[in-house]
């Protein structure tokens, strides 16, 4: 179905000559008689960003992107394996469609997978995850200086953590930001 360009916001999902793009940034862009709209893309199978610029009359094809929620089991090498709550069904990412998030991942946790038809797209984490402290070097009173100390947490995960966070703590973690939000 074919949308008004205008109507492309960040999240929106498109198809452009048969390829998937989600919408990351759109910018209204006005020069002397003409306006043009400049939207920067990611393209959802090869993960390469691209800006494209349109006139304000343009239409786009959107793409039926369809939302799984999927509980995360185990990784064997590059592959990372979900499966569907509903109908048990499996599927199988390789590392690169996660990004960054692989970091968060943890057995048993429930993620957002995007489906176009049936091929499985991108993985879109929760806002927020909570983890244990595995290794952080101990906190001395008074050592307010340099304002917080590196803590790794049970995925690997590297986080700044105020001094008196310890190991075996369970902390809230911002997974877009990689911050730490409190402890659980």
């Given amino acids: 179905m074919a949308i008004p360009i205008n109507n492309v916001k ?6 452009i000559g ?8 759109y910018n209204l ?3 002397a ?3 043009r709209i400049k939207i920067k893309f990611k ?9 494209k610029s349109f006139n304000t009359g343009d239409r786009i094809d959107t793409a039926h992107i369809e939302y799984k929620q999927m509980q995360y089991l185990y990784s064997d090498g590059d592959m990372y ?9 499996q599927v199988a990412l390789p ?22 038809g049936q091929e499985a797209l991108d993985v879109n984490m929760p806002t927020t995850v909570e983890l244990k402290v595995t290794e952080t070097s101990p906190g001395f009173k008074g050592d307010t200086v340099s304002g917080g100390k590196p803590a790794t ?9 105020p001094f008196f966070v310890n190991v075996g703590d369970v902390l809230k973690i911002n997974t877009q930001e990689n911050k730490y939000l409190g402890r659980v």
């Fill in 43 to 51: 393209n959802l199978r090869t993960g390469a960003i691209i800006d």
């Fill in 95 to 116: 590392k690169a469609k996660l990004g960054e998030d692989v970091k968060y991942l943890k057995e048993g946790f429930v993620v957002n997978i995007s489906f176009y």
């Fill in 33 to 35: 008689q003409q306006t």
């Fill in 10 to 15: 960040p999240g929106v999902t498109v198809e």
């Fill in 18 to 25: 048969g390829e998937l793009f989600r919408c990351l940034e």
């Fill in 81 to 89: 394996h979900f499966m569907d709550q509903t109908t048990y069904e």
């Fill in 29 to 31: 862009k006005r020069a």
């Fill in 153 to 161: 947490l049970e995925t690997g995960a590297v986080v700044q953590v």
